[in-house]
């Protein structure tokens, strides 16, 4: 049998996956800290609900990408400070992220990251990192859905110029 066949899991991981995961963490983990944050300044509801999913979803992801790679002997990426609750009141008006800038922020965090998983889905040779990354890749789709119907129902989205053109030929 050669080294890349049998259980994925006692497969080495090629220098590429351990990049790209590495790095997938270390951004996840300050999503997370961002998001906790982002959570003080949000008014509506229903973007608090996406906020604490999101920051539930990157928890998961973190426990997950981190047993990886103590499995697998390599250092982890440093953790920030779990972010303390603060009263939206508090905040001063000019200070504080509106809703708005908070979905966007939500909604391009959810787009890259969709890049990222694909990314390394495509560079991945151990079945079980590129499963991994095809859940987390789900969980994204979903909560993009989420994110644009949220920011349709409340009146956010800004659409780019839209293309009405009809050719004069049919």
């Not at 996956?17 to 906790?36: D, P, R």
């Not at 998961?60 to 390599?74: A, M, R, S, T, Y």
């Not at 990354?133 to 644009?148: D, I, P, T, Y």
Request: glycine share 10%; proline share 7%.
């Amino acid at each position: 049998m050669g080294i890349l066949s049998g259980n994925p899991k006692d497969e080495p991981m090629h220098y590429g996956e351990v990049f790209s995961t590495w790095s997938y963490l270390m951004v996840g983990k300050g999503l997370i800290s961002a998001n906790q944050t982002l959570l003080n300044h949000a008014g509506d509801d229903d973007l608090k609900k996406l906020l604490e999913e999101c920051i539930e979803i990157g928890k998961q992801e973190v426990k997950q990408i981190e047993e990886l790679l103590k499995d697998n002997g390599v250092g982890l990426p440093p953790s920030p400070p779990e972010r303390p609750d603060a009263c939206l009141n508090d905040i001063p008006i000019g200070a504080r992220f509106q809703d708005p800038e908070i979905s966007a922020k939500l909604s391009g965090d959810a787009a890259a990251g969709l890049v990222s998983c694909s990314t390394i889905i495509g560079q991945s040779i151990r079945e079980d990192i590129a499963m991994m990354f095809s859940q987390f890749h789900a969980q994204k789709v979903a909560l993009g859905g989420k994110l644009l119907r949220l920011n349709k129902e409340k009146g956010w989205l800004v659409p780019p110029p839209l293309n009405n053109y009809k050719s004069d030929n049919c």
